[in-house]
């Protein structure tokens, strides 16, 4: 190796590790893992670097503990376990899935079954890698067991069963809202103040950045190397629900994505033909709240109900806002993100 080239390497390590060793003196710690099917981001700042790898691994070991008991693909989680023996006799259930379920069904009244668990009756027959769904026969056949109102809860005693035998259950739609507030908890737990916590489109942010807001960015829905719109947050959570997280194009050229409308078994409609016809139906729904336990199901919520019918849900809802895209590519907020 020549005298230059080794020169040039060694001026490139020692840069390296500058900036590794800035990254690691300024208080701020990161740490990215591939848990629930999706990445999960943490940043959060502690003076002790020791400390910070403790805190760290009690928070990614949550978010494992909440997948292998919330997974519908894991055959031992309890969520599995559920949908092969609730359908056929009451059985007892953890104090924490019944929580879950509680506050599930609790919003599948709220928003008049717009919000519905049971969609995974026939949203398991679907397989978005593959490109597969299910037949126009087969949903017909299933549609009646889609109904949250066959999913009987006890809380009190902690039992469940399904009033039909066909109705399965999936928590996609509330457990990363729920898992990154659990997260926030455990780094209260250590004395962090300041961190950023997300899972898929599901964040939770603890206090502000060291003195400055965070600023979390709106995915562009049909470009993924823009952002619609950064938002400056701090101390909140903000769950974002899109047709561009999971879906494949059929053969009609038609969009097939993951957000399910329990009223009729299949992914909300969301393409447009561009013209006015398609002002309701929307691509991309955020909702910002206290917590992702609420902002996680009220962004499905309102993804499924619409332009018209989702604002006028977040506007009846003290604490929360929303900012949706519309099938036309316009944005929309609620009243108190106007100005």
């Not at 710690?29 to 999706?38: E, R, V």
Request: include cysteine; proline fraction near 3%.
């Amino acid at each position: 190796m020549s005298p230059a080239r080794l020169f040039t390497l060694l001026a490139g390590l020692l840069c390296a590790a500058l900036t590794h060793g800035e990254a690691q003196n300024d208080g701020w710690h990161y740490d990215k893992q591939a848990i629930m099917g999706t990445e999960v981001h943490l940043q959060f700042w502690h003076e002790s670097g020791e400390a910070a790898e403790t805190i760290t691994s009690a928070v990614m070991e949550e978010f494992r503990r909440i997948d292998a008991a919330l997974s519908p693909y894991k055959e031992n989680s309890e969520l599995s376990r559920v949908n092969r023996q609730a359908g056929q006799q009451s059985m007892q259930i953890s104090d924490e899935l019944a929580s879950i379920l509680d506050k599930s069904l609790w919003y599948s009244k709220k928003t008049r079954g717009a919000f519905d668990i049971t969609y995974a009756t026939l949203g398991s027959l679907y397989d978005f890698r593959k490109g597969e769904r299910a037949d126009q026969e087969t949903t017909e056949d299933l549609l009646p067991s889609v109904n949250y109102r066959h999913v009987s809860l006890d809380r009190k005693n902690r039992t469940l069963k399904f009033l039909d035998s066909r109705t399965k259950i999936d928590l996609g739609g509330i457990a990363k809202g729920y898992a990154v507030d659990r997260a926030v908890a455990i780094l209260q737990q250590y004395g962090v103040q300041n961190a950023s916590v997300s899972a898929g489109g599901d964040a939770r942010l603890l206090g502000d950045k060291r003195g400055k807001p965070w600023l979390i960015g709106i995915r562009h829905p049909r470009d993924r190397s823009k952002n619609a719109a950064v938002i400056p947050l701090e101390n909140t959570a903000i769950s974002t629900s899109g047709d561009y997280e999971r879906f494949f194009i059929d053969s009609d050229d038609h969009r097939v994505h993951h957000i399910f409308n329990p009223a009729t078994g299949k992914p909300a409609e969301t393409d447009s033909s561009g013209d006015d016809s398609d002002s309701d139906k929307l691509i991309s729904v955020s909702v910002i709240g206290p917590e992702g336990f609420d902002t996680d199901p009220l962004s499905t919520s309102v993804f499924v109900l619409g332009k018209q019918k989702g604002i006028a849900l977040i506007e009846g809802m003290p604490q929360f806002e929303a900012i949706v895209i519309d099938a036309n590519h316009r944005m929309f907020f609620t009243s108190g993100l106007q100005q």
